[in-house]
């Protein structure tokens, strides 16, 4: 009864490699979210879906592609993997854009070798 | 520029001892300030939530204090245990228009120790 799941928990690929994570979540949730934890462990948020559509996109190149098949689901796309994408990535989610408490997964370690 | 700075970067204390975390914002105009607890390999866990009118708030040992004035907010922490060890990460929900947006400090890793 995990209420936001992340797969896989870790990722390990070579530079140039496409890659996806998955997230899911059970709460019913309207607004979904990725963000990016980098060494410093500094949390920087990169999209926002509000019922399978984007509302928020950040400065995040366009090799990354997010993906809301529907409103439990946001699955976050790389193309063309480069080293600095290494990073745990984070999904979230909450009752709405303005609803404060975002539930977070446990998080995708990717690193790129 | 919004900003979120959060102080001490880290901090070792003995367990059974107190400690208290800042968070100052420059986030203007202001909607709430968050306080998240984030294990090692874990996703945050939200502890408190404040408004702008709220001056303290409690989450069981975790007391939480806002100045709105001054754009600072601290987390106190009674009688700290080992499961408390952890990074303690402030988030600023900020009104732009009819839009808001999150800024996060870049958190206070806390080690409890024996």
């Known amino acids: 009864d995990t209420a936001v799941s992340q797969t896989p928990k870790y990722l390990v690929t070579q530079m140039g490699n496409d890659k996806s994570i998955k997230c899911e979540q059970n709460?019913?949730?309207?607004?979904m979210y990725w963000y990016k934890q980098d060494s410093k462990k500094f949390l920087k948020i990169m999209f926002s879906?509000?019922?399978?559509?984007?509302?928020i996109n950040e400065t995040v190149p366009n090799r990354f592609s997010p993906k809301s098949p529907d409103k439990a689901h946001l699955n976050l796309h790389i193309n063309s993997l480069e080293l600095g994408d290494s990073a745990v990535y984070f999904c979230?989610?909450?009752?709405?854009?303005?609803?404060?408490?975002?539930?977070f997964g446990p998080g995708t370690r990717l690193t790129v070798l | 520029k919004n900003q979120v700075e959060q102080s001490p970067q880290s901090l070792i204390i003995l367990e059974g001892k107190n400690c208290t975390l800042q968070c100052n914002y420059t986030v203007s105009p202001f909607s709430n300030l968050r306080w998240y607890k984030q294990d090692t390999g874990r996703g945050p866990v939200s502890l408190t939530i404040m408004t702008f009118s709220e001056n303290t708030k409690s989450n069981g040992r975790y007391t939480a204090t806002l100045d709105a004035d001054t754009k600072q907010s601290s987390l106190h922490i009674t009688a700290s245990q080992l499961s408390d060890s952890a990074s303690y990460i402030c988030?600023?929900?900020?009104?732009?228009?009819?839009?808001?947006?999150?800024?996060f400090g870049t958190g206070t890793r806390l080690q409890v120790t024996l």
């Open positions: 979230a989610s909450s009752g709405g854009l303005d609803t404060d408490t975002q539930y």
């Open positions: 709460l019913g949730h309207d607004t």
């Open positions: 879906y509000n019922n399978k559509e984007l509302i």
């Open positions: 988030v600023v929900r900020g009104l732009t228009g009819t839009a808001s947006k999150l800024t």
